[in-house]
Every structure is written in structure tokens, then in C-alpha cells.
């Protein structure tokens, strides 16, 4: 290993732990989400590169709170988080087989029948949350449930969305939006 990539790795695990431990949860429009902000500036004038905060309004979503209810073998409840610009579930939930397609990407799906059922996918892993989201939609998936893995006694569970298109949908991306028909979670199993 060269010099180079220890000095790298260790100052990048620094600014990790920083975060981590000072500054986990950084919702926009926060006093937290300014301080990652202002961090971040920080840490890039340190290095000579341009920087600035701005400020500017913006639409952001905060979800409501979720659970998932494991029917069988065992009934079990874990707590998520649903992703923002999804779906609420209709008053009586959603329920269905849930097939587990790995990380999500296409070729996950080789092989598995996912239509009409819910798809259990590895949030930490390629593709982007959206692509998983699109894949198990054109497979026919009624809902998805996302893991992320973290230690078993963190209470931090993962947030963001799942929407196809950049911003608010409009008539012409509105026929991509598929997130307002399907029901997506984040939880940490």
C-alpha cells in the first residue's frame, strides 16, 4: 500500500467518524444539515478548492413513520421509515410474498416471479435506491422493502426517496413517476 493511500484512508475515516458521532442525522433545512454544510466547506478550503454555502428554498418532504409486520413463520414488527414521495399504504397495509432479490439490480431477478408480491433488497449496494425501485416495479412488484444494515443497537434508520424523476413530477415525467403507486421502506434489520 502506497503512502499516499494510508494517509487518504485515514483522513477520510476521520471525517467519517466526525460526521458519524457529531452529526448523524442531517435533514435538510436543519441546523445540523448547515453544519454538514459549513464542514464540508470547511474541509474543502483546507485543501484549496472553492467553496461556498448557499442558501435557497426548497420543496422537502419528511415522511411519516412506518412499521413492517412479519406474518410467518414468526410474527415479528420492525420500525422503517418510508421512503419521501412514495405512497401511503391503504389503511389496511399492503400484504404479500416477499422474495428477496439481493441488491437489487437486474439481474437479481433471473429466475423469480416478483409480480404481485413485495421485494426485500439490500439498500447499501448497486444500483441507486431509484433503480431498485424501477426494476421491482416493471417486474410487477407491489411493494419494496429496502435493509440497511448498520450495528444492532443503533436506533438511526436510513432516509431519502425513491422518485424516477429530478424534482416535483410535472406533465412530462409525471408517466415516469411510478413512486406515487408503490409503497417503499427502509429498515434496519
Same mark, same amino acid.
Given at each position: 500500500?502506497?503512502?499516499? *493511500? ?22 435538510s433545512g436543519?441546523? /445540523?444539515?448547515?453544519?454538514?454544510? /459549513?464542514?464540508?466547506?470547511d ?6 478548492i472553492?467553496a ?11 415522511? %411519516? &413513520? ?10 415479528q414488527?420492525?420500525?422503517?421509515? #418510508? ?8 389503511p ?9 432479490v %439481493? +441488491?437489487?439490480?437486474? *439481474?437479481?431477478?433471473?429466475?423469480? *416471479?416478483v $409480480?404481485?408480491? =413485495? &421485494?426485500l433488497? /439490500? ?7 431509484? /433503480?431498485?425501485q ?6 410487477? +412488484?407491489?411493494?419494496?422493502?429496502? =435493509?440497511?444494515w %448498520? #450495528? $444492532?443497537? $443503533? ?5 431519502g ?6 424534482g ?7 408517466? *415516469?413517476?411510478?413512486? $406515487? ?8 434489520w
Amino acid at each position: 500500500m502506497l503512502i499516499i *493511500d494510508i494517509v487518504f484512508y485515514e483522513k477520510s475515516f476521520k471525517h467519517i467518524q466526525k460526521i458519524t458521532k457529531e452529526l448523524p442525522t442531517r435533514f435538510s433545512g436543519t441546523e /445540523e444539515c448547515k453544519k454538514m454544510a /459549513e464542514y464540508l466547506m470547511d474541509q474543502m478550503l483546507s485543501y484549496g478548492i472553492h467553496a461556498e454555502v448557499q442558501e435557497f428554498d426548497a420543496l422537502v418532504g419528511f415522511p %411519516g &413513520t412506518a412499521e413492517l409486520m412479519i406474518l410467518e413463520p414468526v410474527k415479528q414488527v420492525f420500525q422503517c421509515n #418510508p421512503f419521501v414521495h412514495a405512497a401511503n399504504n391503504p389503511p389496511a397495509g399492503i400484504e404479500g410474498e416477499l422474495v428477496f432479490v %439481493g +441488491s437489487g439490480g437486474i *439481474d437479481n431477478y433471473t429466475g423469480k *416471479d416478483v $409480480s404481485g408480491k =413485495i &421485494t426485500l433488497s /439490500e439498500l447499501s449496494y448497486f444500483p441507486p435506491r431509484q /433503480e431498485k425501485q424501477r426494476i421491482a416495479a416493471e417486474h410487477g +412488484s407491489v411493494g419494496q422493502i429496502m =435493509i440497511n444494515w %448498520g #450495528p $444492532s443497537n $443503533s436506533k438511526i434508520l436510513a432516509y431519502g426517496q425513491v422518485r424516477p424523476p429530478w424534482g416535483n413530477p410535472t406533465p412530462t415525467t409525471l408517466a *415516469d413517476a411510478t413512486y $406515487s403507486v408503490y409503497h417503499h421502506f427502509a429498515c434496519r434489520w
